[in-house]
């Protein structure tokens, strides 16, 4: 991937949401909503502060996260969708011990 995110941003892949219910049925991709967790691929350096330094990011290379419905800006690169977004555009990073999260 040739995307480097600037500053405070982050490049996010979505993860695709599970097509079945828990009581087994099969959801059609056209109403299916989008899937607000997603993989960090890449961060940018941190955040500029007013004092001129730099707060590194909280969120790495590899964490599965959660962020809203409509957060982050979509673009194309190699044929893949991906998002870029603000670091406070994430809510949590999901713990991998974790078995699934499910927003409400």
Do not use: C
């Amino acid at each position: 991937m040739n995307l480097r995110p600037l500053h405070d941003r982050v490049i996010v892949k979505r993860l695709d949401n599970e097509t079945k219910t828990a009581s087994g049925i099969v959801i059609p991709d056209n109403v299916a909503e989008k899937p607000d967790q997603g993989e960090v691929l890449a961060i940018g350096k941190g955040k500029a502060l007013d004092d001129g330094s730099v707060r590194a990011l909280e969120v790495r290379v590899g964490d599965r996260v959660l962020f809203g419905k409509y957060s982050g800006q979509s673009v194309k690169v190699d044929g893949q969708e991906l998002l870029v977004m603000r670091e406070e555009d994430i809510m949590a990073v999901v713990d991998g011990r974790a078995a699934s999260v499910k927003a409400a």
